[in-house]
């Protein structure tokens, strides 16, 4: 109900679009646009301001076509093989008459009084004289002055893009220089008092400002002139400033808030004193808190502060109008229709955009939803498409088809989905797999042992990543492979013994030596979720030491990833907890080794598919086992061994 | 046969391709690449050298993701609304201990000790404590270290091109600077002794440079770094010497021959001086005296000197090689199936490249070839696609439905038709339809009012321009029409009342006066073909003149346009002609009208298209009537005044 009732005063996205147009072209953003000249051999790309006209012919002569003799066509008419016919060679500086001709090569002009040329091929020359034998039309083998191009054409029309072929078209019409538009100078003004400019002034409770750099790269890639300014502190006096004075030499200004509650009220308050604010709100998600504004008869735009909410709203009301301007083709993403992997949940009355890994996995083209928080930066490199959840929606069924705006050229039949148990090694197989097939991507979505092999039952991935213990039988996978995957053509394929262990403070300042110093009662431990590769190896490691978890303070305390164990430690919400060594090594923890654990791949691939036996090839290669046991805590000696190969019935 | 012969010693394309892409990758060319290293803020576009792993895990820190109190979770279940729970406030400087709790802000370090955050609107703060009515998980509402990107963690793979996001994700994972690859650097040599670099220097006999712009741009589009060198002459030593110097400083080096038969031997002489031929010749057309050849272990490539070949060469011999270095995705051009509008004429043995116009006619996507020369750049920029002829084909017939490849984001559904006679006032007309509809494009094919009529009659065309006179009743237009096109849905709407004459040198030296002059002995005529307008004109003109055709000398010379009228003036071939005033300005003759023609347009457009509304509603515009009035020799008066609707029946 809250989320409902946050979004009850918003406009919707297309009523905000359509009166953010409106206003803009009231406003003029749209016309008598500033122009520049510049010299045509630097126009590729730019766009032209007004209609471009010849200003001389093309050829601007009449000029032989060939190599042989300039003639007057009528003079050779009957000439032929067997009957040649005879006419007096001139000089260049003897006038033409009747039966006569000049010698000429390509591009010559043609000599007063002759009207076609005829190609050496049909001439002999005898002396003072030339022999034919094939007639020749008025203008044969001749550039008649204009035939390309006549003064005065039109050669470019006005607001067209110059493409390397219009450059050649000018410069021979005799245009050397040209007016075309200018560039919009967007200004992208980073705000906030817990934003920090570099990596060096980083530390707890501030964040760096990546988004003023993401923004000026998108307003470059949507052909404006982005001029990034300095972070300006949360204070309404300051910001005012900053907008004020951009506003005084560019053609738009983007203010991009801090994310904290609130924060952008402060651009809020601003941008009324400057002008008129026209929206405030737009109910999408992410992106609500944009607003839109104009000021000093220019826009302004409030994105809000986490970058898959900022990018978002910039597409939608950015994009577009930039481009307009600039009278570049409307931006248009590639669709496709694909079935999602797993429901989406989302709120009635708001319309969300949930960004998608897009695969073809055995001829099905499936989508798989990445993570949904707006601060999560990794959802924007990763997707490949993005799905839109219209406001009539509670959600979205697992198994809907529907469209996928397909983002930077994203090719989603050159798309390997990986779903499973996430491990950095992995990710070194689609390095490796880029070496050998430049354009495969490999996409990984972090999603449990268990729900790799859910996807892998309903076709949604072509590989899946496992680590799971048979309690009774000590063995890995292909027990579980067997039991929840019958009758589907797949191969199990050994990867890596991998290394858990305990992760603990730098220099273990509790002295924990392994398993049995968790029933130490002043040990805090912090847990994995019921059904992780990881929880199932510890509650087997624990039988076979005889530890109860009743022993165990915390056991009961669950979180769902690696990296949250470690951040409970370095937290100091726990003392100790089960993870991979590189998880402890990404946050500087320390690791006790307690047991190694069998990960490996299932394959889903048709058997036209080239990629499963690279991929086998690649995990048997020397070079990929020395990379990735370098990474620490793996074990690569039988890596790429087919363990199992199950069959449709 | 002496085509044919002249293609017997070449390779096919696809060997030559083949060939050239084997012969690159041995001596190197996609292998160990230059790299540089750039600011990710300045990396858009640019293409990852190697993989790039976190530096750094985002967040860094365990942050509050709202504003409220950190507590720890458990001390929180079994707050409700209706029971709520109290926990005692601590300030920032008071170690945590059960029960307790601390204010945050979105963005706030955790305390230590605390894994979860109630946020505000759950919360009651009363006097030394705080009151919640809802319990949370461990880590809810808490961005937790590493939660979005991992330190040591892939963010982007090898060669893979970096976009607005990926920059972001870059900064973000405390990556201030990359290894990217350095972008070919490609040397482009224009050589000619009759090539010029300024319109200054242009006379008879010389050319303009245009081919050095075109590729340098090409180049630039396809993501190298052109090097645009100065023109040098036709010798030997000279074209050695600027090769031999390019190569030393560039990756790549195209050498632009001059269009004279035999030029490019010079190149071939030296380029197997300097290193090895692996192709001299390929059975294309255009572009067949291509030359590729590796020098010093870098790709040199010998473009033909025509523009359209020499564009077509290196769309198949260049393009693809310097993309395929810098790793970026294949160039793939957008492919559509059109009908033939006339027949093709072809090689047997060659592959031919045909550029066309291409446009949805009544629902039927049609294609119409452009004039093939391989001088004219005008068809280089009127193309909207570029169709193969196969080498097995002796040409295609009209009808023929075969696939377009696309060019420059062309879209045919925007692209209005215009075949027939051609006037200089209807390419104004498509610069009005732009200023209405920013993507419109009017493509204009100059085949004469009966070739308009044809089209017309075969759903080619959307517009044709008319100026047939009935001898019978001395009116234009309506009577051909119903004559030729019966039984079509078609407007026939008038559009200008243009002024027809005779063209003469400057100053008119013979003293022609008007028709009646044509009868003098030392006056020598140049007529247009049979069935042109014009033609018709002069007929019509002369027999109300009682001057017989037998009177005129050159009567039975015929030329296809206004402008070989006007060459065949210039070029003293003929004293006078009749045209429109529009081609004697383009040259600077002096014109002596003769009679007023009638000018129209036949509408073909579907009754859903809102295009012929528009149309009209420009011609009748007084801005469209002034400027083309300025033009001179155009009546606008009745322009857009409907003469006629057939119907079908």
Redesign the interface.
Known sequence: M?KNKAYLNCLQREQAQELWYQKLTECGFFKNLPRETIL??DA??RVTAS?IYA?????????A???GIAV???DTFGAQENEPKRLTLLTEEQTFSSDCCYVV??????P????AVVMV?DVYFVDGGAEIIAAVA??QHV?????????????????H?I???????L??A?V?EIEVLSKPKVAVIPTGD?IVA??KE?K??V??D??S??????V??WGGEPV?MNIVKDNIHGIKRAIFASLQVNDMVIVNA????GREDYTSTVLSELGEVLVHGVAIKPGKPVILAICQGKPVIGLPGY?VSA?LTAELFIRNVLVARQ?L??YEEDKIEAALVKQIASTLGVEEYVRVSVGNVQGKMVAAPLSR?A????S??KAQGIIRVGRGNLGLAAGTVLPVNLL??A?PANTILAVGSHD?AL??L??FL??RR??V??SCANVGSMGGIMAIANNEAHIAGIHLLDEETGQYNKAQMEKYLPNKNLHLVHFAMRQQGLMVLPNNPKEIEGLKDLTRPEITYINRQRGSGTRMLLDYELKKSTIHSSQIRGYE???G?H??V???V????ADTGLGVQ??A???GLDFIPVSQEQYDLILNFSTDDEHMNIIIDILQSPEFRYEVES?GGYDLRDAGKLIHFSKEN
Chains 1, 2 share one sequence.
């Open positions: 809250h045509v051999g590729r790309g209609s200003k001389q012919s093309v050829p601007h002569y009449n000029g076509a060939m190599d007057w066509a009528s090569d390509t591009g010559d002009l043609m007063l009084g002759t009207n091929e008025p203008w550039r008649i002055i204009g035939e390309d191009i006549v003064a005065n054409e039109l050669v470019l029309p006005e607001h893009v493409s390397p072929v219009d450059i050649a078209a410069l021979a005799g050397e817990e570099t990596c980083l707890p409770g964040i760096l990546v988004n750099h993401m923004l000026s790269a998108a470059a890639e990034r801090g994310t904290s509650a970058p990018m009278k083709p409307p928080g601060g999560l930066i990794s924007l490199t930077h050229k090719k950095l990710e070194l689609g390095v880029r070496r430049e354009n991507y490999l305390k669950e979180v990833t990296m949250a470690a951040a409970s370095i937290a100091g919400a590189a998880a090594h990404a946050l990474l």
